[in-house]
């Protein structure tokens, strides 16, 4: 087998040997990759071994999943790392990804699983002082800086570790390549050679990527669909917490979101995602609304602020922070057709507590009270919370897991739940649940 290098146009596939800047058969700029070509001598043919085989035959392996020692990393991957599964976590610089991955090898390396970190941005005397500063269990943590992807395979093959952490995809090189380590070609070589050992020697790999400031994992789009999970970890910097996302996962949902405090003995997670977001609660103040929504499995409760105040401009200006802008808009007409309190010349700011963002229509609700509460600036209860989907028309419309729901703002201490007329299985004594039909109903039993 012969290795080479060709430029490849992501656009129509044309191929050159050497780079140009514009495409001759596309016309299309800057969309020559480079790629390595195998070209396989002529001869006999290899004869081919694979048979189809019924799926009833195949045994399904019991325990590919290792548990990582953060539940709620667990709960995000699906419920564990699994064995041959290729990860890409992703997020801005200093956000606590490196932290998070060596916390997760040296948990695994203290049960006696060999942990291979490669680690092509901190010097090993780095990764050691950390390591020391968390009181990690360094036994089977295997440290290995190199850039060069052909010496990483090597050693990952001889030391046959059951975790292989890439630190990072951006600064990693295939030498056969002439481009620079973190371009699109090389990222997507890398991965391609790191995704191909993965699947055939069953070590799963994290694989950690910088995000571009457009948010996407830098590289090529393509490194995305290659991989098995994709996590983000976000946060503000200067904040404590920290929130990891899956955008991807082949093995479980992605709607699972994992929560997490910075410390100074590094990453704590946080078990009690309501109590966390309503920390910090003050006073009954106008605008403000607890909702409880969905993310993934569990219910948590957040709260949502708004504040409205008369305008000073031809248009009214909107603001609004964790929820989608096209739906506050629509809300707002909803307030003002169905609810009969004027929006239209109104300035208003949306904030959703936390960071969380909320994706739910049943979260719609609480933000048309938040909003008619601010502009008629009367508070709603502080034992109140609220959930429900709204129609065009008005009409409150059921949620799902409405049982989960009550559950939680009950275990939180919450008295009332101002929610849709819908079924409800398992009654509690402990928390009052006012149905509603409709925005105007709600408004009734809360701000008068
Ligand atoms: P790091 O894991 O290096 O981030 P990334 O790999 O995503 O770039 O985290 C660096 C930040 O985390 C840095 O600002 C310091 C902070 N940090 C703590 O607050 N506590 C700790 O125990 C550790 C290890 C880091
Ligand atoms: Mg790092």
């Excluded at 292989?164 to 070609?185: C, E, F, N, W």
């Excluded at 006073?283 to 499995?297: D, K, M, P």
């Excluded at 309190?341 to 109104?346: D, H, K, L």
């Excluded at 909003?371 to 429900?388: E, F, L």
Aim: positive net charge; hydrophobic residues 40%; contains cysteine.
């Amino acid at each position: 087998m012969k290795k080479t290098t060709v430029f490849v146009c992501q656009n129509c596939g044309f191929q050159t040997p050497r780079w140009l800047g514009q495409c001759p058969s596309c016309r299309s700029w800057g969309t020559l990759v480079e790629e390595v070509m195998v070209s396989k001598k002529l001869g006999k043919e290899k004869q081919r071994t694979a048979t189809p085989f019924r799926l009833s035959e195949l045994k399904p392996d019991v325990k590919i999943r290792t548990k990582t020692g953060f539940d709620e990393l667990n709960r995000v991957l699906g419920g564990g790392i699994v064995k041959g599964s290729l990860i890409l976590i992703g997020g801005d610089p200093g956000i606590g990804k490196s932290t998070m991955i060596m916390q997760v090898g040296s948990y695994l390396a203290s049960k006696g699983e060999t942990v291979l970190y490669v680690s092509a941005e901190e010097s090993a005397e780095q990764l050691k002082l950390r390591a020391e500063r968390l009181g990690f269990a360094t036994d089977n943590f295997f440290v290995l800086p190199e850039t060069e992807l052909e010496s990483i395979l090597e050693s990952t093959e001889k030391l046959n570790p059951s975790l292989l952490v890439i630190d990072s995809i951006q600064t990693i090189y295939k030498s056969i390549l002439s481009s620079a380590p973190g371009s699109v070609g090389q990222v997507r070589e890398c991965a391609a050679d790191l995704l191909r050992l993965a699947k055939e020697k069953g070590v799963a790999t994290f694989v950690i990527g910088h995000v571009t400031k457009f948010g996407a994992i830098a590289g090529p789009k393509t490194l995305e669909h290659m991989v098995d999970t994709v996590l983000y970890f976000e946060g503000e910097r200067f904040q404590q917490y920290r929130i990891l996302r899956t955008t991807k996962n082949r093995f479980g949902s992605t709607n699972e979101i994992g929560i997490f405090e910075m410390t100074e003995h590094g990453l704590v997670e946080v078990a009690n995602p309501s109590q966390f977001f309503l920390a910090g609660r003050g006073e009954a103040i106008s605008g403000s609304v607890v909702v409880s929504t969905l993310q993934g499995s569990r219910p948590v409760l957040v709260e949502v602020q708004a504040l409205a105040t008369p305008t000073f401009y031809s248009i009214p200006q909107r603001v609004c922070t964790g929820f989608d802008f096209r739906r506050l808009s629509m809300l707002l007409c909803i307030i003002e057709r169905r609810g009969g309190i004027q929006t239209g010349n109104q300035d208003v700011f949306l904030n959703v507590v936390g960071g969380l963002r909320i994706e739910e229509p049943a979260a719609d609700l609480a933000i048309v009270m938040a909003i008619a509460s601010s502009i008629r600036n009367k508070p709603i209860a502080q034992d109140t919370v609220v959930v429900g989907e709204v129609g065009l028309g008005g009409e409150v419309r059921s949620v799902g897991q409405i049982t989960n729901r009550i559950k939680e703002a009950a275990r939180i201490g919450f008295r009332r739940l101002v929610m849709p007329n819908q079924k409800v299985d398992g009654k509690t004594k402990v928390i009052e649940l006012l149905s509603c039909r409709s925005v105007k109903e709600a408004l009734e039993f809360t701000i008068v």
